[in-house]
């Protein structure tokens, strides 16, 4: 099992940053990447970054790409998600997932993932 916590959420205006991370614990060694996911209210979870745990090939949503960035620390077992110039649509609750797949490209679709965070939330104001 691997559990994971997130945090760095919370309130924001429009244009400015946010720096999200999480912690992996328990069977790290499983994990083959790791992955940001976000739902805002009446919305279906979706993608937003990706990151393979050997070689550090990263994958963004379209909306994330030139505005997020996604790294890892395998020391630390950690995975960040530096937002910057957020959007009042980036409003959601932000999620950290792990998979143990094996792909080629960081995986991007839910049920590729096997452990998920409780979330954390992401508030941007106008």
């Known amino acids: 099992q691997v559990q994971l916590v997130e945090s760095g959420g919370g309130l924001v205006q429009a244009g400015g940053s946010l720096r999200l991370s999480c912690v992996a614990s328990?069977?790290?060694?499983?994990?083959?990447?790791m992955g940001w996911f976000r739902q805002a209210p009446g919305k279906e979870r979706e993608f937003v970054a990706a990151i393979k745990r050997s070689g550090g090939r990263t994958s963004y949503a379209d909306s994330a790409k030139g505005r997020f960035t996604i790294s890892r620390d395998n020391a630390e077992n950690t995975v960040y998600l530096q937002m910057n110039s957020l959007k009042p649509e980036d409003s959601a609750v932000y999620y950290c997932a792990a998979y143990s797949g094996s792909y080629y490209y960081p995986a991007s679709r839910i049920q590729e993932y096997d452990y998920w965070g409780q979330g954390t939330q992401v508030t941007v104001s106008s």
């Open positions: 328990g069977r790290t060694v499983s994990s083959a990447g």
